[in-house]
């Protein structure tokens, strides 16, 4: 059976029924008279953000970041590292960040000379224990840097590591910030010295010989073998770029050091390969300029 309501009662509850809607929707959005839903929505999207003046920094990576030949042969030279390094005529982003004198106490370089992606747990796991405001990662030269260029660490195995490292720093420090450099062009490397008598005779050594072996060949193969090489090095950054992208607090440079064109004269006089001192400033100063930038590279 259906009951009627009487017709100044039904007006009187619909009206109450509206302000209640009324009341429900603003409780809804935010809306009160000091503020604005459209803020409330803002705040609660809102990531972390980049901390563009972080007061402590770690490094991790292979010999670039260790200043490997910068002051003598075959030796490291952390002391010229454009991560941590404390000389005065490199300028480390340590430096710059944090001022000359709190180089000492407030950043640690766990970089290792020779290592590969497969070692970036471990120096992540040893950064993280100083829980750093900023986390320098430069690592990838030596998964390309083998005997043979199919013995170059796959790019799935590459992609596995990177994103284990970077899983475990999260584990351990959370809110540590990640600069990631890419890898340099190997090949511009290989360009720069391949004409020099002595630099070929230092190459024999052993250094990067998916790059640098027969320097001077033109043959189809050693020619094609540079070209895997620096392919290679291409997808390595391409892997960089896409898991650092998915990390709230991690940034990749943009491939600003591959970019980077490397002169003679700002590589290492001993074997022509790793960045000497004016290297070491360069890729200081490139870092400086992204860490403290509002907004990552495009």
């Known amino acids: 059976m ?14 109450g029924a509206g302000a209640a809607a009324v009341l429900l929707a603003g409780a809804a959005t935010g809306c009160s008279s000091g503020g604005s839903g459209d803020e409330g929505e803002r705040g609660a999207q809102a990531g972390p953000r980049w901390n563009t003046a972080p007061a402590s920094v770690a490094a991790v990576g292979d010999s670039i970041t260790r200043g490997f030949d910068a002051c003598s042969v075959l030796a490291d030279c952390p002391e010229v590292s454009w991560a941590t390094g404390n000389d005065p005529a490199v300028r480390s982003l340590a430096a710059r960040l944090l001022g000359d004198a709190e180089v ?22 040893g950064a993280a224990a100083h829980k750093p405001d900023l986390v320098t990662v430069m690592v990838g030269s030596n998964d390309a840097c083998r005997p043979t260029a199919s013995s170059m660490t796959p790019v799935a195995e590459f992609r596995d590591g990177f994103k284990k490292a970077l899983a475990g720093l999260r584990a351990a420090s959370p809110a540590s910030q990640v600069y990631v450099s890419s890898v340099p062009d190997l090949q511009r490397l290989w360009e720069q010295g391949k004409d020099l008598p002595m630099v070929r005779q230092i190459w024999k050594l052993g250094i ?15 020619t094609a073998r540079r070209e895997q090489v620096r392919a290679r090095v291409v997808e390595y950054n391409e892997v ?16 600003a050091v591959f970019q980077y064109p490397f002169a003679a004269d700002q590589l290492s006089r001993w074997d022509w390969f790793h960045p000497g001192k004016d290297g070491q400033a360069r890729l200081a100063e490139l870092a400086h300029r992204q860490v403290t930038a509002a907004e990552p590279p495009r």
Do not use: F, H
């Open 2 to 15: 259906r009951t009627t309501v009487p017709r100044p009662r039904a007006r009187r509850i619909l009206a």
């Open 104 to 125: 000492p106490t407030r950043s640690w370089n766990y970089a290792v000379t020779g290592a590969r992606m497969a070692d970036l747990p471990g120096q992540l796991a």
């Open 208 to 222: 990067c010989q998916s790059m640098l072996a027969d320097p001077l060949s033109a043959a189809t193969g050693a």
């Open 240 to 255: 960089l770029r896409e898991v650092c992208a998915k990390d709230e607090l991690c940034r990749y440079d943009g491939g």
